[in-house]
Structures are given as structure tokens and as C-alpha cells.
């Protein structure tokens, strides 16, 4: 099962920036948090993964709590295009295959 | 990133037939290959998990003898829905992370209509 706790919703305004939070309070030392986002009827897109630093890419930041429980996803200029659900992972290590587990992520939606 | 291409991406067919899924990965080499099942308004459910060369590793609830999965390249893993039923329409998904184990691509997703 998923180790992972999303709101089921968000609203933003577009041009805003956007803050999808996420808790994985059980998180190991040497696991990740990926994220990645589905628009509607089709595959998961990959966004940002990180470990322990704040990461940024030309799609978003991830910024990772010092104790690593908890994590935050900014768009930082949200457009109608951002529209999607948002899943927060973390990646787990099982029978020696490392296994991406989907909780039930955070619906995003931007508003005009 | 790396590309990771599903065949068909929409598919009806009738009670009773098969039905066969393509992922490819086009530009680099996959030795794990993932395929999952999105019911509407629900998350992905992971079905299985596909190396090359060996059988699949099929999640708990998951009847391997109704999905065939076979991974016999580096850059192709099919899945195979045998004798298909309404209850199994749903949109398949697979996903593929290359050799050297980094982040894992998803297809576009096939969508899958028993009628």
C-alpha cells in the first residue's frame, strides 16, 4: 500500500502558484518522493523526485521537510494546461523490484 | 525523457476473445516493465511487474492465467487479456524504467471496451 497522505483536492487560480502538500511520516532514510501527475485518460506523467534537498526543474520545485515527513510540490505559475491529478510517491524497495505504488493523489484544478 | 509507447490505445472486442497489449520503449532499454489497471475516478492499481527474460511477478488478487504477460525483449513486454468480460473494460497502463534503474515512464494508456 501507498505510504502516502494527499488532500483529495485543491483549487488554484491560474497564473497563481500552486502548493500540493504531501505526509509519508514512515518514509525510510534511503528512500525517495517522486511525484508525478495524470491528466485526464492518460499515462502518469513523470514531474520531480528528490531525497532529502529541494529540487527544481523547468516543470516544478519540491521542497522536503527537514525530517523528511512530509514534502511540498510548487508549480509556481499555475496554467489551465496544470489541470490533473497530482500523486505523491514514495518509492519502496520490495522483493528485491522497486515498485511505484499510486495512492489516490490530489485533483488539482485551475480556475480562470 | 524517455519515450515509452502503448499499441492500441483504444480497443473494443467482444465476450469471450483475447486481447493483446503492446509497451514498447523506444529509446532506451527496459529490463522492468510495470502494467497497471485504472478503474474510472480511481487510482492505478499495479497488476504486475514484468523482467525480461523471466515470468512475471503478478500482484495479490491478480490471476495470472487471465493476464498473460510476456516480456521477451529489452524494449517489449505485451499483456494479454484471455477470454475477456465487461468487468475486465478498464484502462491499462504500463510503465518502463531503464537499465540503470532511474525514475520509471508511463505509456499513454490503452483503453479497453469488453462489449
Known amino acids: 500500500d501507498a505510504k502516502t497522505t494527499q488532500p483529495p483536492s485543491m483549487d488554484c487560480a491560474e497564473g497563481r502558484a500552486a502548493n500540493l502538500p504531501c505526509n509519508h511520516s514512515?518514509?525510510?532514510?534511503?528512500?525517495?518522493v517522486y511525484w508525478y501527475r495524470q491528466i485526464h485518460s492518460q499515462g502518469p506523467q513523470y514531474i520531480i523526485h528528490?531525497?532529502?534537498n529541494n529540487e527544481t526543474n523547468e516543470m516544478a520545485s519540491l521542497i522536503i521537510t527537514e525530517d523528511r515527513k512530509s514534502s511540498t510540490l510548487i508549480l509556481p505559475h499555475a496554467t489551465l494546461r496544470d489541470t490533473a491529478v497530482y500523486y505523491c510517491?514514495?518509492?519502496?524497495?520490495?522483493?528485491?523490484?522497486?515498485?511505484?505504488?499510486f495512492g489516490q493523489g490530489t485533483r488539482l484544478t485551475i480556475n480562470p | 525523457g524517455a519515450v515509452v509507447s502503448q499499441h492500441p490505445s483504444r480497443v473494443i472486442c467482444k465476450s469471450g476473445t483475447s486481447v493483446k497489449i503492446e509497451c514498447r520503449s523506444l529509446?532506451?532499454?527496459?529490463?522492468?516493465m510495470f502494467w497497471y489497471r485504472q478503474f474510472p475516478k480511481q487510482s492505478l492499481m499495479l497488476m504486475a511487474t514484468?523482467?525480461?527474460?523471466?515470468?512475471?511477478?503478478?500482484e495479490q488478487g491478480v490471476e495470472k492465467d487471465k493476464f498473460l504477460i510476456n516480456h521477451a525483449s529489452l524494449t517489449l513486454s505485451t499483456l494479454t487479456v484471455t477470454s475477456a468480460h465487461p468487468e475486465d473494460s478498464s484502462f491499462y497502463i504500463c510503465?518502463?524504467?531503464?537499465?540503470?534503474?532511474?525514475?520509471?515512464?508511463f505509456g499513454q494508456g490503452t483503453r479497453l471496451t469488453v462489449v
Open positions: 510503465s518502463a524504467r531503464d537499465i540503470l534503474n532511474t525514475e520509471a515512464f
Open positions: 514484468s523482467n525480461e527474460g523471466s515470468k512475471a511477478t503478478y
Open positions: 514512515t518514509i525510510s532514510g534511503n528512500e525517495y
Open positions: 529509446d532506451f532499454q527496459a529490463t522492468t
Open positions: 528528490g531525497l532529502k
Open positions: 510517491i514514495v518509492r519502496v524497495r520490495i522483493q528485491g523490484a522497486q515498485k511505484l505504488v
